[in-house]
């Protein structure tokens, strides 16, 4: 199936969809951080216990980020052919080419994955590994947050907006594009499909963002 170019964006549809329920699942247990620290540390250990004792401690979690990172790989691989395959298609330059109407998104897809591969880089190594955080104790992962997003950063919050907005357009997007490859192609199903990508991508970044701006606040201390 994958030798196929529909095939192709069904594949890059499914491991994009599966990387959502994950950015669902994330954005609603760093909400936590609004219930307080006993909550937010019981829910960030608690993800270390799924699965015991059928499962040794953390199992769970290096079985989950096994899948995401096939999920990613199988992602950026399939665009990536897609791309090639597309430019394959037009050799021939044209001298002179009409401008492309398009989305802002949709023109920076590419941009804006690279912008989210290396934020993911990096929040492993601040919120994961405590190697870029300022307190970096896995014991205690509600300081660790208040500690990365403390005004003095202002510089990492400006970053997580970045990322952030990148994913969300990134998502309006590719909501919209695999909606479209694994639904019908009526004009009345895509302006559904497109104005469900838009509220979707707005709700989730604004859970993402009410984090770090509610410790800039004062509101999580």
Do not use: E
């Not at 620290?37 to 499962?55: C, E, V």
């Not at 005004?151 to 990492?156: A, E, L």
């Amino acid at each position: 199936m994958l030798r196929t170019t529909v095939g192709l964006k069904v594949f890059m549809a499914v491991t994009g969809i599966l990387l959502v329920l994950f950015l669902i699942a994330h954005m609603l247990g760093n909400l936590k951080i609004f219930v307080g620290p006993t909550a937010f540390n019981h829910y960030a250990h608690w993800l270390r216990a799924i699965g015991t004792p059928l499962l040794p401690n953390t199992w769970y979690l290096w079985i989950q980020r096994t899948v995401l990172t096939v999920a990613v790989i199988g992602h950026i691989w399939s665009a990536a052919v897609l791309a090639r395959r597309a430019r394959a298609a037009r050799p021939v330059r044209y001298a002179h080419r009409q401008p492309v109407q398009g989305s802002y998104a949709g023109r920076t897809m590419r941009w804006g994955g690279v912008i989210i591969l290396l934020f993911v880089i990096y929040h492993i190594l601040d919120l994961t590994t405590g190697n870029l955080n300022p307190v970096g104790d896995k014991q205690h992962p509600y300081a660790n947050v208040v500690a990365d997003f403390a005004p003095h950063r202002w510089y990492v919050t400006i970053w997580y907006v970045l990322a952030i907005l990148a994913i969300g357009f990134h998502l309006r997007h590719g909501i919209f594009s695999a909606l479209r490859t694994l639904g019908q192609q009526s004009q009345q199903w895509q302006r559904r499909s497109r104005a469900f990508a838009l509220g979707f991508a707005i709700v989730l970044c604004a859970g993402y963002l009410s984090v770090p701006f509610a410790v800039l606040t004062g509101l999580v201390r």
